[in-house]
């Protein structure tokens, strides 16, 4: 079975340095999607982007974050200066529909914890 | 986009059948009924999917009725590695509008 591919697992970093989370989709997905989740909390929308282009973002995406996929492979999330709150398990998701019947596939997830 | 209502918690003895119950009363036409399932420090995993009646899949059966305004998820006889967090969303229309996650709930399945 196909899966999407999260890494690092788990990354430490200290407040105020950049963070990249990499993701690499199913291949015959379109739509590509960044959740996180605070642990306890339920899993939170961050952002979709769709033809090479971001289609939706939450108010939690905001300058600080961004989201590229250079290569046409990898499906990146980077968080510029990162913050306290930003500790959280980062999933990356796809799809190969964007809507009605819209099954995601999710990675396993990174845990970012910041210092 | 549909607003869902699920319980907040359930709790199960091993090899009984389980149903979650899931309210969406602003359910609109073109919208599917989809619940998903999270582990501790997993991503969420598809469980399976329905528009109206009953789907059945390996894992689960979904039973939606006629009216669509909740959907019940049920697990025939649960087993320890049951235990876990199960969302119900509610696929929106052709747009950019993303699924968003609820609470869901939390299932302790006990020996």
């Known amino acids: 079975e196909p899966e999407v591919t999260q890494t690092p697992s788990h990354q430490v970093t200290q407040m105020g340095q950049e963070v990249i989370l990499r993701c690499v989709p199913i291949s015959n997905h379109l739509y590509f999607y960044w959740y996180r989740q605070i642990l306890g909390q339920k899993v939170e929308f961050l952002v979709s982007?769709?033809?090479?282009?971001?289609?939706?973002k939450s108010e939690i995406f905001d300058d600080q974050f961004s989201v590229e996929r250079p290569d046409g492979s990898n499906f990146t999330l980077k968080i510029r200066s990162t913050k306290l709150e930003d500790s959280a398990m980062y999933f990356c998701?796809?799809?190969?529909?964007?809507?009605?019947?819209?099954?995601?596939?999710f990675g396993a997830g990174s845990r970012l914890t910041v210092l | 986009l549909a607003k869902t209502t699920q319980p907040i918690s359930m709790d199960s003895y091993e090899g009984q059948e389980v149903n979650i119950t899931c309210s969406h009363n602003?359910?609109?036409?073109?919208?599917?009924i989809t619940w998903y399932q999270q582990f501790p420090s997993q991503g969420p995993r598809f469980i399976i999917q329905?528009?109206?009646t009953k789907v059945t899949n390996e894992v689960a059966s979904l039973f939606i009725p006629a009216d669509r305004k909740s959907s019940t998820l049920s697990l025939p006889r649960v087993s320890l590695s049951d235990t876990a967090v199960y969302y119900c969303l509610v696929g929106v229309t052709a747009g950019n509008t993303p699924l968003v996650f609820g609470k869901g709930t939390r299932l302790s399945v006990i020996a």
């Open positions: 602003n359910i609109a036409t073109n919208d599917y």
């Open positions: 329905g528009y109206k």
């Open positions: 998701a796809g799809s190969r529909d964007r809507a009605g019947a819209n099954v995601l596939t």
């Open positions: 982007f769709y033809n090479n282009e971001i289609s939706e």
